[in-house]
């Protein structure tokens, strides 16, 4: 079967880094987003990785490993505004994306 | 660009009513999506369209459900004797892939609760 882990919840502190890890098995890889979603509100595309090595956007980003099946998501200088969960998603052969069920990510001051 | 947007933000139903929600994606995306979401888990793939057609139905989404998206612009997804099971975030997402990775937009949801 396809399947994602994230852990369910980590926590930080404001101005500091974190790493979220994303780990997959899936019928083939077309590519790996990683969304970021306030509570109550939709998930906002963050980044997408198809090749592997790390792409930087400001503050944040995104590492990938095709051979290891691995993700992760790096967040620096971290805002109270950081606060939500972050979930990972592969684009498997068919171009499904298969989802994580998110890791909620809690910034204290 | 004004986003994607749904509509009703919130609905309440009582079990065995039928429910209707609607979707209007981004303008020049042709792809769009719809998504059920819990509590703590994510996104949970129902259907899609590219324009009109509807190209993927998940095998989790029974005969109670349907989804339809005539003239390939806005999108309805109709829940027809409602359970409480249903009770979850609809998401409606549209992207402009024609084969290439483009990333997925997302509207607010609409939340359903069935009593």
């Known amino acids: 079967g396809q399947n994602i882990d994230q852990p369910t919840e980590m926590t930080a502190t404001e101005g500091a880094i974190v790493q979220i890890n994303c780990t997959y098995q899936?019928?083939?890889?077309?590519?790996l987003f990683w969304y970021q979603q306030h509570a109550g509100e939709a998930p906002t595309f963050l980044s997408y990785?198809?090749l592997d090595g790390l792409e930087e956007k400001g503050r944040f980003s995104s590492f990938l490993s095709r051979s290891k099946g691995y993700s992760y998501l790096l967040l620096k200088e971290l805002q109270m505004k950081d606060s939500a969960s972050y979930l990972c998603?592969?684009?498997?052969?068919?171009?499904?994306?298969?989802w994580g069920a998110g890791t909620k990510l809690i910034i204290k001051p | 660009d004004t986003g994607v947007s749904q509509d009703p933000r919130h609905k309440i139903t009582k079990r065995g009513q039928n429910v209707t929600f609607r979707c209007d994606p981004i303008?020049?995306?042709?792809?769009l999506y719809w998504y059920r979401q819990t509590l703590g888990q994510g996104p949970e793939f129902l259907t899609y369209?590219?324009?009109?057609?509807?190209?993927?139905k998940s095998r989790l989404l029974s005969d109670r459900f349907s989804a339809e998206r005539p003239k390939g612009s806005f999108s309805t997804l109709e829940i027809q004797r409602t359970e409480q099971g249903d009770s979850a975030m609809y998401l409606c997402?549209?992207?402009?892939?024609?084969?290439?990775?483009?990333?997925?937009?997302f509207g607010n949801g609409t939340r359903l609760t069935v009593t």
């Open positions: 997402a549209s992207s402009s892939g024609t084969g290439d990775i483009s990333p997925l937009h």
């Open positions: 303008s020049e995306h042709n792809r």
């Open positions: 369209f590219q324009n009109e057609a509807q190209l993927e």
């Open positions: 899936t019928s083939g890889f077309n590519g």
């Open positions: 990785n198809v």
């Open positions: 998603a592969v684009t498997d052969s068919n171009y499904q994306l298969i």
